[in-house]
Each structure stands twice: as C-alpha cells, then as structure tokens.
C-alpha cells in the first residue's frame, strides 16, 4: 500500500458542497477536510486535473475557492466513488474561515479517516 503523503490534518466531515468545473455542477457531501483539500463523495466524479470553483457554507461560516480535481474514483475501486480535490491558492480570509470549518467539524466529532479512504495527496 502506498504511503500517505498528506501534509495537512484531515477530518471527517458531513458538510455539503457546492461544486463548478467542466461545465458541471455538483451538490455533494464532503467525506474529510482539510487546510490543503477536500474528499467530495460523489457518483459522478470530474477528470483528474480539472479545476473547479467550491463552495462550503456551515451557517454564517463559509469557504469559496479554486481547487483542482488531484484523483477521482469510480464505485467499485476500494472505496467510496468520489474525489479528492486540492485547493489552489486561498486568501487569508478564506484560510481562517476553513480552519474554523474544520474545527467545528472536529467538534462534532470529526476524527482522522485511515489512509483507504482516499488513495492520494489532499
């Protein structure tokens, strides 16, 4: 099994996300978050490189920003259909507001997912 080589902390995570690429868009449940990325659990994932626009809102706390497609799966292939986006480049601002998001997310009990959950770097 290939290591994980994440460099940010994930957690688990039941937000909803709106998702812009490749002239589709997506209304999805996010499986794990973190300062570098996103798991979006999704039937219907985009093509590897594809940058997307993505929307995080949990009440008054919201998160808008670029991201690219890093690795998709389809269902089937060890683990949830879906796929794990990286943010691009954030504002200080949009930094803040995501790291309170993942710490009301670890609230609630949000704790670390094992390294089957997502196959690649987020």
């Known amino acids: 099994m290939e290591s994980d080589k994440r460099l940010h902390a994930r957690v688990t995570s039941r937000l909803r996300c709106w998702c812009e690429g490749h002239e589709v868009t997506l209304y999805a449940r996010v499986g794990n978050l973190s300062e570098g990325g996103l798991f979006l659990k999704t ?39 879906g796929m794990g986006l990286a943010f691009m480049t954030l504002e200080q601002v949009a930094q803040e507001r995501l790291r309170r998001l993942i710490a009301l997310e670890r609230s609630r009990g949000g704790v670390t997912p094992d390294a089957t959950e997502a196959p690649r770097s987020v």
């Not at 626009?53 to 706390?61: A, H, I, N, S, T």
């Open 43 to 81: 039937q219907t994932p985009l093509a590897t490189g594809v940058r997307t626009r993505v929307k995080l809102e949990e009440g008054e706390e919201g998160v808008d920003a670029e991201a690219v497609v890093v690795w998709a799966r389809e269902e089937g292939e060890g683990g949830p259909a």
